[in-house]
Structure formats: C-alpha cells, structure tokens
C-alpha cells in the first residue's frame, strides 16, 4: 500500500539520520529535498545555480522549485512508500502535499516532529561543519535557518496537530533511543 511519514523540525534535530535509518529498516524511500538539491548544486545544474546562494544564505528555495522536485519524484513512483525528510517546510508545501497524497490515494502514517534545545541544535551544526564541510553550517547561516525554521516551517506544527497526525519525539538522546521512540510513535517497533 502507498504509505508516507513526514520528519519535521529544526535544523540539526537529527531528522536526516534517523529518517534514513527508518527507510532502510522500513523499505520506504527517504525522500531529502536538502540532499536533492545538494546533488544538484554539485552538478551544476541550473536548479543547483539558483539554489545554492539561497541555501548559503540560509534562505528557503521557492515553493514552486521544491513542489517540481517532489512532484516529479513521486511521478516516477508507481507504488509509493516515502519518507519525507525536510518536506514540507511551508504551509504552501504542506497544503500542496496533502493534494498530492489525497490524489496519490497515499496513506500519511504520521508527522515526526523531533526537537531539541536551540542551544544544543547549534553545537550539533557547528560540529557537522567540521566533519562534513557543508558550506550553510556555519554561525551566520545557522542563525538565518533558524529564524527561517521558526517564521516558516513553525507554523506546521499547529497545521498537522489539527489533522491528529502529529507525533512529538523528543531529539535530544542518543540515535538509538531517538529511534525507538520513532518507533513507538509509529507503531512499527518489532
Ligand atoms: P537542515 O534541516 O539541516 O537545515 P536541509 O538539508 O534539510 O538542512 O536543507 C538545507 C537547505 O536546503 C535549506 O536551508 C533550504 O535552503 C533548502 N531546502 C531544503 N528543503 C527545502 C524545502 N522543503 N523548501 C525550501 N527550501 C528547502
């Protein structure tokens, strides 16, 4: 059957390694606009030429861009079993992906909201910048993406508390314990 879970929170909550954990374990397909348009800005292509200073300014890529991503990613699924990690991050994408789920006849398991403290969320960003050189972790941009979190991507919090799919884990313990909870929230733990 066509089943999605979403992973929302901020950045560096953990999102992007534990939604690759729950694809592999799960058989779904993790589904990171952040690394789709990091692997274009590496090929330069001309989606990658107009993200990448919008993404080093710690910036949202324009709804249209990221919706003709994901629209034709799921296109090219004839059965799909998603993770969505970093998708939605506007009311805009979250009103687009319900249409596209509705009309997908796709099964919404659950919305993962993972959080940390601001603080610790910070030193994790700061740390990835030394291990992984990725040129939006540094002090300035984490401090725009942040705000970009709160003003934008907050606000869906409340959109999918409404609709009853909203599952709180809490990021702050070690991978495994973040993903036992994942786990139970889903009702998935072998
Ligand atoms: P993180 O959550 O660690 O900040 P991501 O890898 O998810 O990082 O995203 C990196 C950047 O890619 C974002 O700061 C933003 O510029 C862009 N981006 C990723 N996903 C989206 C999205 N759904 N909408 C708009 N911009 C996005």
Known sequence: ??????????????????????????????????????????????????????????????????????????????????????????????????KLLRERKIRLLGVLLVTAPEDELVRRLLGRALEEGRSDDNEETIRARMAEYRQK??????????????KQINGLGKVDEVYQAIQEALGVKA
């Open 153 to 166: 991507t907050q606000p869906l919090v409340d959109y999918y508390q409404k609709t009853g799919s909203l």
């Open 1 to 98: 059957m066509a089943e999605a879970v979403i992973f929302l929170g901020p950045p560096g909550a953990g999102k992007g390694t534990q939604a690759k954990r729950l694809a592999s374990e799960m058989g779904f397909k993790q589904l990171s606009t952040g690394d789709i348009l990091r692997s274009h800005v590496a090929r330069g292509t001309e989606l990658g030429r107009l993200a990448k200073p919008i993404m080093d300014a710690g910036k949202l890529v324009p709804d249209e861009l990221i919706l003709g991503l994901i629209g034709e990613e799921l296109s090219s699924m004839p059965d799909p079993r998603v993770i969505f990690d970093g998708f939605p991050r506007t009311l805009a994408q979250a009103e687009a992906l319900d």
